[in-house]
């Protein structure tokens, strides 16, 4: 008798790379980041067949929602925001086992009620499953949460087995260095810091983990990465939407927390860190730390520039300036826009500057890494007829993934004249456009205990050790300083005068 076939979920375990029986448990279950991304991260994690065969979704918030109704809202989500369609098949594999818990986040009783829901999937199992707690919620919850995650034993759940309690905590990881401490030091009055997943959804961008493998796997950039080839390295993070309805948080934030201090610095560590000695998560995370600490502080006075946007054309339409917003101060002194100039300490970049950049507003959304590379001496090559571009590799993060490289080439005729050319790669023409989104690997790494493209408390706190005495002489300053650039513009005439200062201009992405 021929055997019955297993059902699509259950079949080829090898492609779930491991992960044990798990729970996902999301505290703000209602919450945007859970629509926009978490939901529709699992259910694409599902439909690649990439999740465990006993997977549990286990929805948690303040509202009494039925488990039938936070199931319509996940439907909902995957409807709006999933890179796929919605497919009955695939979605009836997670909805039967999609539930909700309704409590506070500084209520003790709720949390045992949690932890008599996930006993109860234990039970239904029949096997030990692997709790992972994801707080996608604002940061004035963290604490409660975890102090509760330690008092009704979750934390400790299964510690010391391979599938031992985990917790994803999202950013922003701290206000400044003195927070940040705070915020390690209640996690690790309740879990090890093995159990510990702070997530910088940049991490899981297929590019930023590219970048890895175009510095380790090819032997024609390593010889060249270094002070006697590369002239600097600029790293842009820019949007082209204001603050919009976010101006009361985004007040409390700026540009160099909301981008420049997390997402902005990862990208520093791996374009500059040294190679590891293997891809195991702690020899990655000890070169990051290792290259930050390598930073020299930063002088307020020298290496920085700041700005808000004012009124400006975005695609034809006119939109207001920052001190226009609604929830804006009107006298408020809250970057926009940040420029940094890093100088990094030690034998590879010496006397090679770093120039970050993040703001809203400006000529079109891109994240992108540009090292340009040193020019070659101009004896050849000098004089008219000779258009030569200096050599940039650039790694585009988003919106369109990929990289280039610019050359010098000649151009067909019987002169000889020179014109850049530019090789580039994409992975939607390579590889095909539905590439998987961050969160979808974060999730997954985070369920079979990989942590290599996650934050390490050390790592947070020396990040905020450089940018703390900045953000100090930012607010001690209030507006004086403040630069201004006009909405869909590249920045500041101010951030210009920063390269000015060592020769180099903006490259346009």
């Given at each position: 008798m021929?055997?019955?076939?297993?059902h699509?979920?259950?079949?080829?375990?090898?492609k779930?790379?491991?992960?044990?029986?798990?729970?996902?448990?999301?505290?703000?279950?209602?919450?945007?980041?859970?629509?926009?991304?978490?939901?529709?991260a699992?259910?694409?994690?599902?439909?690649d067949?990439l999740?465990?065969?006993?997977?549990h979704?286990?929805?948690y918030?303040?509202?009494?929602?039925?488990?039938e109704?936070?199931?319509?809202?996940?439907?909902?989500?995957?409807?709006?925001?999933?890179?796929?369609?919605?497919?009955?098949d695939?979605?009836?594999?997670?909805?039967?086992?999609?539930?909700?818990?309704?409590?506070?986040?500084?209520?003790?009783?709720?949390?045992d009620?949690?932890?008599?829901h996930?006993?109860?999937i234990?039970?239904?199992?029949g096997?030990?499953?692997?709790?992972l707690?994801?707080?996608?919620?604002?940061?004035?919850?963290?604490?409660?949460?975890?102090?509760?995650?330690?008092?009704?034993?979750l934390?400790?759940?299964y510690?010391?087995?391979?599938?031992?309690?985990?917790?994803?905590?999202?950013?922003?990881?701290?206000?400044?260095?003195?927070?940040?401490?705070?915020?390690?030091?209640?996690?690790?009055?309740?879990?090890?810091?093995?159990?510990?997943?702070?997530?910088?959804?940049?991490?899981?961008?297929?590019?930023?983990?590219?970048l890895?493998?175009?510095?380790f796997?090819?032997?024609?950039?390593?010889?060249?990465?270094?002070?006697?080839?590369?002239?600097n390295?600029?790293?842009?993070?820019?949007?082209?939407?204001?603050?919009?309805?976010?101006?009361?948080?985004?007040e409390?934030s700026g540009?160099?927390?909301?981008?420049?201090?997390?997402?902005?610095?990862?990208?520093?560590?791996?374009?500059?860190?040294?190679?590891?000695?293997?891809l195991?998560?702690?020899?990655?995370?000890?070169?990051?730390?290792?290259?930050?600490?390598?930073?020299?502080?930063?002088?307020?006075?020298?290496?920085?520039?700041?700005?808000?946007?004012?009124?400006?054309?975005?695609?034809?339409?006119?939109e207001?300036?920052y001190?226009?917003?609604?929830?804006?101060?009107?006298?408020?002194?809250?970057?926009?826009?940040?420029?940094?100039?890093?100088?990094?300490?030690?034998?590879?970049w010496?006397?090679v500057?770093?120039?970050?950049?993040?703001?809203?507003?400006?000529?079109?959304?891109?994240?992108?890494?540009?090292?340009?590379?040193?020019?070659?001496?101009?004896?050849?090559?000098?004089?008219?007829g000779?258009?030569?571009?200096?050599?940039?590799?650039?790694?585009?993060?988003?919106?369109?993934?990929?990289?280039?490289?610019?050359?010098?080439?000649?151009?067909?005729g019987?002169?000889?004249?020179?014109?850049?050319?530019?090789?580039?790669?994409?992975?939607?023409?390579?590889f095909?456009?539905?590439?998987?989104e961050?969160?979808?690997?974060?999730?997954?790494?985070?369920?079979?205990?990989?942590?290599?493209?996650?934050?390490?408390?050390?790592?947070a706190?020396?990040?905020?050790?450089?940018?703390?005495?900045?953000?100090?002489?930012?607010?001690?300053?209030?507006?004086?300083?403040?630069?201004?650039?006009?909405?869909?513009?590249?920045?500041p005439?101010?951030?210009?005068?920063?390269?000015?200062?060592t020769?180099?201009?903006?490259?346009?992405?």
């Amino acid at each position: 008798m021929a055997e019955t076939p297993r059902h699509p979920f259950l079949q080829d375990l090898s492609k779930h790379r491991g992960a044990p029986p798990t729970a996902v448990v999301i505290f703000g279950a209602s919450g945007d980041l859970t629509a926009r991304k978490l939901i529709p991260a699992v259910y694409n994690l599902a439909a690649d067949n990439l999740l465990p065969p006993d997977f549990h979704l286990v929805g948690y918030g303040r509202k009494p929602i039925t488990d039938e109704a936070f199931r319509e809202l996940a439907a909902s989500a995957i409807k709006e925001f999933s890179r796929r369609e919605l497919s009955d098949d695939v979605w009836f594999r997670i909805a039967e086992r999609t539930t909700y818990v309704a409590g506070g986040y500084d209520d003790p009783a709720a949390f045992d009620r949690l932890a008599d829901h996930l006993a109860k999937i234990d039970e239904k199992v029949g096997r030990e499953v692997q709790p992972l707690f994801y707080i996608s919620t604002p940061p004035s919850v963290f604490a409660p949460i975890l102090e509760n995650l330690g008092s009704s034993n979750l934390a400790k759940k299964y510690l010391g087995k391979p599938h031992h309690a985990k917790v994803i905590i999202e950013k922003p990881f701290g206000r400044d260095l003195e927070s940040a401490r705070e915020l390690n030091k209640t996690i690790t009055g309740v879990l090890e810091e093995h159990q510990v997943y702070r997530i910088d959804h940049y991490l899981g961008k297929e590019t930023v983990q590219d970048l890895l493998v175009q510095r380790f796997a090819n032997s024609i950039f390593e010889p060249l990465w270094n002070r006697n080839f590369i002239d600097n390295v600029q790293i842009t993070v820019s949007e082209e939407v204001g603050v919009g309805t976010r101006g009361g948080y985004y007040e409390q934030s700026g540009a160099l927390r909301d981008m420049i201090q997390n997402h902005t610095m990862q990208l520093v560590a791996l374009t500059a860190m040294e190679p590891p000695v293997s891809l195991d998560a702690e020899a990655i995370r000890d070169e990051k730390v290792k290259l930050l600490r390598a930073i020299q502080p930063i002088d307020p006075a020298v290496d920085v520039a700041r700005a808000q946007y004012a009124e400006g054309m975005i695609a034809g339409k006119s939109e207001p300036g920052y001190l226009e917003e609604e929830g804006i101060a009107e006298q408020s002194g809250t970057e926009t826009y940040a420029a940094i100039k890093l100088s990094i300490n030690n034998w590879r970049w010496q006397g090679v500057p770093f120039y970050l950049r993040s703001g809203k507003r400006m000529a079109r959304r891109v994240t992108e890494i540009a090292v340009q590379f040193k020019r070659p001496p101009g004896t050849l090559f000098a004089g008219g007829g000779f258009d030569l571009a200096t050599n940039t590799l650039s790694f585009q993060i988003q919106p369109d993934e990929g990289l280039s490289l610019i050359l010098n080439g000649k151009v067909p005729g019987l002169e000889t004249r020179t014109q850049p050319v530019k090789m580039s790669f994409r992975y939607s023409t390579t590889f095909g456009s539905n590439t998987p989104e961050a969160y979808e690997r974060l999730v997954l790494d985070a369920m079979i205990g990989d942590s290599t493209l996650f934050i390490r408390g050390d790592e947070a706190e020396t990040s905020w050790k450089l940018y703390t005495p900045l953000l100090e002489a930012w607010e001690a300053a209030g507006r004086d300083g403040m630069g201004e650039y006009a909405a869909g513009s590249w920045g500041p005439s101010n951030a210009d005068a920063l390269l000015a200062a060592t020769d180099h201009v903006w490259r346009k992405p």
